[in-house]
């Protein structure tokens, strides 16, 4: 059975940094893409990252480049979100997600619909 959880979130100052943890099980780690989405209160989820280092591949939206870094520890079946310089729009609920990397391209990378699997999500709240 695939298990994806979420984990790290917390409440933090604007300009301060968090950094959030997803443990996965059930899957042959390399073969699969992780992704993280956030969701804020009475909006859309939306993507903000995907890795798969065994692949070569990492994608990340452009609001967050240069704050965000996303990166996995295969022996741990771990992959992590380094937020940095957090501001108060990006208050909402991360969620960690994956999908076999055949599925995953440049074109579906951050579209909900793309991953089946999902992690039931971590709270960050940034206080202005």
């Known amino acids: 059975e695939v298990q994806l959880q979420a984990f790290g979130g917390g409440l933090v100052q604007a300009g301060g940094s968090l950094r959030l943890s997803c443990a996965a099980s059930?899957?042959?780690?390399?073969?699969?893409?992780i992704m993280w989405f956030r969701q804020a209160p009475g909006k859309e989820r939306t993507g903000v990252s995907c890795?798969?280092?065994?692949?070569?591949?990492?994608y990340t939206v452009d609001s967050v480049k240069g704050r965000f870094t996303i990166s996995e520890d295969s022996a741990k079946r771990e992959v992590y979100r380094q937020m940095n310089s957090l501001k108060p729009e990006e208050t909402a609920v991360y969620y960690c997600?994956?999908?076999?990397?055949?599925?995953?391209?440049?074109?579906?990378?951050?579209?909900?619909?793309?991953?089946?699997?999902w992690g039931q999500g971590t709270q960050v709240t940034v206080s202005s």
């Open positions: 890795i798969s280092l065994s692949h070569g591949t990492t």
């Open positions: 059930g899957f042959i780690f390399d073969d699969y893409a």
């Open positions: 997600a994956a999908d076999p990397i055949r599925n995953v391209d440049r074109r579906s990378w951050s579209r909900p619909n793309t991953y089946n699997y």
